[in-house]
């Protein structure tokens, strides 16, 4: 089992910027593709971001593509998501999991298929 704690959300105004990390202890961090999703209220955990195993190939979805980046250091068992130009859709619990499968196939399938741990989740909100 891989724990995960997430950090580094908060209040940002429209086109701020916030860098979101997530901790990883346990088994080894460099074993699992990673991933970041999010829930906003009402609405059902969708996925965000992927990175594979050395981070070398990233993912996303298509309403954070060019704005949001994904990554890692294996080093320090931590996966960012550096996200710009933050829209009031953005506003969302954001979750970081440790994937089951692949970073690509995480892109694509239900985010409980994909994914073995889930952190507790960090806020983010995008005031206009």
């Known amino acids: 089992q891989v724990q995960l704690v997430e950090s580094g959300g908060g209040l940002v105004q429209v086109g701020g910027s916030l860098r979101l990390s997530c901790a990883a202890s346990g088994r080894t961090f460099s074993s699992y593709a990673m991933g970041w999703f999010r829930q906003a209220p009402g609405k059902e955990r969708e996925f965000v971001a992927a990175i594979s195993l050395s981070g070398g190939s990233t993912y996303y979805a298509d309403s954070v593509k060019g704005r949001f980046t994904i990554s890692r250091d294996n080093a320090k068992n931590t996966v960012y998501l550096q996200m710009n130009s933050l829209k009031p859709e953005d506003t969302a619990v954001y979750y970081c999991?440790?994937?089951?499968?692949?970073?690509?196939?995480?892109?694509?399938?239900?985010?409980?298929?994909?994914?073995?741990?889930w952190g507790q989740g960090t806020q983010g909100t995008v005031s206009s």
């Open positions: 999991a440790a994937g089951r499968t692949t970073a690509q196939a995480m892109a694509v399938m239900t985010p409980s298929k994909a994914t073995r741990d």
